[in-house]
């Protein structure tokens, strides 16, 4: 069955950096877009980033463009999120999804666990 | 970028009940809206597709409809396990993705 799992959450200060891990398994990975989403504290929905299925398409919100970067690593199996300059408004669970329709303009079926990304000093 | 506007914020209602969620898009979107439930410290899952499409193992008491600008999410007999925050997302307009705020569904 398909499983996304994160890691890499934690503690950071202001202007710190973090990198993020999502796991993925069940499903021929490479043929997939992949997302970022990420959910603040008592907050809703916001998505982050996307990269295509090569990894030659990225695509950020505002919000994080030129702070994060995306990538890929399709023969692990794996997505990443590098996180720098990171400031208290990042704070928040980060999801990792995959796209249903393994394209840009989709829905999201399948969703990891989360994984908490606190920015404090 | 699109905007979604979800109502109510926040529902209270009996097990049994029928009870619809609306969200409004701030500009046409044709059928290309989901809807998730979130239970607190768990990852959204997916209800709904292409606006009234019920996603697999899902139970019949979701549904979906509409097109355009006007959708709703219905259950048709709240059971225990639906009390949740329900969001909408919109895939027409692809960047960004754009969210609900999302509707908390409480027990009366």
């Known amino acids: 069955q398909v499983q996304l799992v994160e890691s890499g959450g934690g503690l950071v200060k202001p202007g710190g950096s973090l990198r993020l891990s999502c796991a993925a398994s069940g499903f021929t990975f490479s043929d997939y877009y992949m997302s970022w989403i990420r959910q603040a504290p008592g907050k809703g929905l916001e998505w982050v980033s996307y990269i295509s299925s090569s990894g030659s398409t990225i695509y950020y919100a505002d919000s994080v463009k030129g702070r994060f970067t995306i990538s890929r690593d399709n023969a692990k199996n794996s997505l990443y999120l590098q996180m720098n300059s990171l400031r208290a408004e990042d704070t928040a669970v980060y999801y990792c999804?995959?796209?249903?329709?393994?394209?840009?303009?989709?829905?999201?079926?399948?969703w990891g666990q989360g994984t908490l990304v606190t920015v404090s000093s | 970028a699109i905007q979604l506007t979800q109502s109510p914020s926040s529902l209270s209602a009996s097990v049994g009940d029928r009870v619809t969620i609306t969200c409004r898009a701030s500009?046409?979107?044709?059928?290309?809206l989901a809807w998730y439930q979130q239970k607190p410290g768990k990852a959204p899952k997916l209800l709904i597709y292409d606006a009234s499409s019920l996603e697999s193992g899902v139970p019949s008491r979701f549904s979906g409809s509409g097109s355009g600008t006007d959708f709703t999410l219905t259950i048709s007999s709240l059971q225990p396990e639906d009390f949740a925050t329900y969001y909408c997302q919109q895939f027409n307009s692809y960047l960004p993705i754009t969210f609900g705020q999302g509707t908390r569904l409480e027990i009366k």
């Open positions: 500009q046409g979107i044709s059928s290309a």
């Open positions: 999804a995959r796209p249903a329709l393994g394209v840009l303009g989709s829905y999201f079926d399948y």
